[in-house]
């Protein structure tokens, strides 16, 4: 199929499973923020990468909802400029999958996950204390792509403190076998780390 956009536009629906089904496996960002009275909220967004070293800088894209309604990520970052970002790991991935959730905005995702909160250093906004992997961030920027359903927000947030356990750095490498990190697929699949090749970059 070769298909020209602009001749023969794809709906919505059809782009989300095309380009998610495509663009894989992606890392899941599972992302805490607060809003201006302290509700904290905690969702997973596998739109996500680094973006930048020096400074350092992650980037993730929640999408509007099919009544192209922002997500409460993105209402709490216009309050409290400030979130926590997780890696998705395999032994949190029941908990990760609850938090997918759509919940009353106000009620806290930690409480429906079962998950017990933890101070961050340099932000207000808490980490999951069982999570092995934790950036506190603060709000950069959020590039705005449309007011339709599905349209994404592209938030750059710079990471201010991390939070690792010991058993996964060694001040050089972390220890994949330990950290267990997981990646989306399409629809509900995800993807393990149990397969690994290594190939050496040319000089």
Not at 90 to 99: Q, S
Request: proline share 7%; glycine share 8%.
């Amino acid at each position: 199929m070769d298909t020209l956009l602009e001749q023969s536009p794809l709906s919505a629906g059809t782009l989300y499973r095309l380009l998610s089904g495509s663009v894989c496996p992606r890392p899941i960002a599972w992302v805490a923020t607060q809003d201006k009275h302290g509700n904290a909220n905690l969702a997973p967004f596998s739109f996500f990468n680094v973006a930048s070293i020096d400074p350092p800088i992650l980037a993730f894209s929640p999408l509007l909802d099919g009544s192209a309604q922002p997500k409460d990520t993105l209402r709490n970052l216009a309050e409290v400029d400030e979130c926590v970002v997780h890696i998705g790991t395999e032994g949190l991935v029941d908990a990760l999958n609850t938090t997918s959730a759509s919940l009353p905005r106000g009620e806290d995702e930690f409480t429906l996950a079962g998950l017990e909160k933890a101070a961050m250093p340099g932000v207000r906004v808490p980490r999951i204390a069982a999570a092995p992997v934790a950036f506190g961030c603060k709000l950069v920027d959020v590039v705005r792509f449309g007011d339709r359903p599905l349209a994404g927000s592209l938030v750059l947030a710079q990471v201010v403190a991390i939070h690792i356990d010991d058993a996964l750095w060694d001040g050089r490498h972390v220890d994949m076998e330990a950290l267990q990190p997981i990646g989306r697929l399409a629809g509900s699949d995800y993807v393990r780390i149990t397969d690994r090749f290594a190939i050496e970059r040319p000089s």
